[in-house]
């Protein structure tokens, strides 16, 4: 607004000098923090053609995999985003609305509404629901965040007990523990880390009494890159200790938040796959978005960067048959958390476009790198 004012009104014809100088630097500043932040549409800009614009979860359903987004409940609202997320997922992440600081924001205090919005649009729609997430050291409910272990015990409980409980049967994929693991491969110290370093166990036993049919994940950032890399090493130890103690975990989830500064070879994305596979675990990719500001080249250069990576993961599921599923943080570029003036610059300079629908809702590359590795081509 600021900026409009200076461009439309005539300040450096009424002002001083020193003044104009001081009100073009602001209007600098603001520009550039502006840059990346929004999203606006590219698919036009990347040459896309609609006319092959089938529909996602056609094509996994016949490679056996499921396709899917995280949709925060106020997307609903919006009527061609939902028949675009209904013709083209059959899996749904709640986004934000599952987590405690949503769901118990004071003590035994539930609010369901926004999460049970979503499990009805995800059952309207033949979607598979995934349940996100019931204990992670982020928005978690203020009041929780200091508790003594022994209160945090039977809160940890009663939360686990009541969500798990509410949706049994609905939930086919439950995030039970999000990132709880540092990039140094130790154990977050998160206020869960006060119950002692088998909270993990604990709470995976909780929600497999609460709903024995839900398939329990263990989700992190960042274990993509396989042996070698001392975070995903650290979750691979976790995870076979917990299954060697017969603790009920069926999962890993791999987010694939793509930072192409640092992201690891499709060889590399395969072989860890088969790794976790190789403990009798399910793997899902969680929560794939491909941030494309910080690659080199023009934007349509960038879009076709974004669509070989989206290949090359959507592939290195498909390679490996206890890799059951796919799911997009988000539907379209407009809502994702990266095209955010909070979280953008976590990918350094933006825009990011990182999902695979523009904010027009058209296909862009990203779209069709993951239909052609759905079909196997
Ligand atoms: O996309 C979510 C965003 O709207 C929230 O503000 C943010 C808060 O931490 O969480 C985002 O989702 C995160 C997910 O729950 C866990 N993995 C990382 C995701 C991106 O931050």
Redesign the pocket.
């Known amino acids: 607004m600021i900026r409009d004012h200076l461009r439309k009104g005539s300040p450096r014809a009424t002002v001083g000098p020193r003044l104009a100088l001081l009100l073009g630097a602001v209007s600098a500043v603001l520009t550039a923090g502006c840059v990346g932040t929004s999203c606006p549409p590219v698919a036009a800009k990347a040459g896309v053609r609609q006319a092959r614009f089938a529909p996602l979860r056609q094509t996994a359903a016949t490679a056996k995999r499921r396709i899917g987004t ?1 949709l ?1 409940s106020r997307h609903l609202e919006n009527a061609r985003l939902r028949s675009l997320v209904a013709a083209h997922f059959d899996s749904l992440t709640a ?2 609305e599952m ?1 405690w600081g949503a769901t118990e924001p004071q003590p035994a205090s539930f609010s369901f509404a926004a999460g049970d919005e979503l499990v009805a649009f995800a059952a309207q729609n033949g979607m598979r629901m995934r349940g ?2 019931l204990v ?1 050291h ?2 978690l409910a203020d009041w929780a965040k200091d508790l003594p272990a022994d209160e945090l015990r039977p809160a940890m409980r009663r939360h686990i007990e009541a969500l798990v409980g509410r949706w049994r049967g609905r939930i086919a994929q439950w995030d039970v523990v ?2 709880a693991i540092t990039e140094d491969g130790k154990l977050r110290d998160s206020p869960f880390l006060r119950l002692g370093e088998t909270y993990l166990d604990e709470a995976f036993r909780l929600a497999h009494a609460a709903d024995p049919e839900a398939r329990l994940f263990y ?1 992190d ?1 960042g274990i993509e890159a396989g042996e070698g890399n001392t975070k995903s090493d650290a979750v691979y130890r976790l995870c076979a200790r917990m299954r060697q103690a017969g603790v009920p975990i069926h999962g890993i989830g791999m ?1 694939m ?1 793509v930072d192409p500064r640092h992201w690891p070879t499709a060889e590399q994305i395969r072989k860890n796959v088969e790794r976790f596979a190789a403990l009798g675990l399910l793997v899902e990719f969680t ?1 794939m978005d491909i941030a494309v500001g910080e690659m080199p080249g023009s934007l349509p250069e960038k879009l076709q960067r974004q669509r070989a990576i989206a290949h090359d993961i959507v592939a290195a599921c498909l390679h490996v048959d206890k890799c059951t599923g796919i799911t997009l ?2 539907a379209s570029d407009a809502d994702s ?1 990266l095209c955010t003036e ?2 953008a610059r976590l990918r350094g300079r933006g825009p990011h476009y990182p999902l695979a629908f523009d904010a027009d809702l058209d296909p862009k590359p990203m779209y069709f790198g993951i239909l052609d590795a759905l079909a196997g081509r």
């Open positions: 995280a925060m986004e934000n987590k996100h997430t992670w982020q928005q999000n990132e989700n950032c987010q938040h929560e943080w988000g958390w909070r979280w």
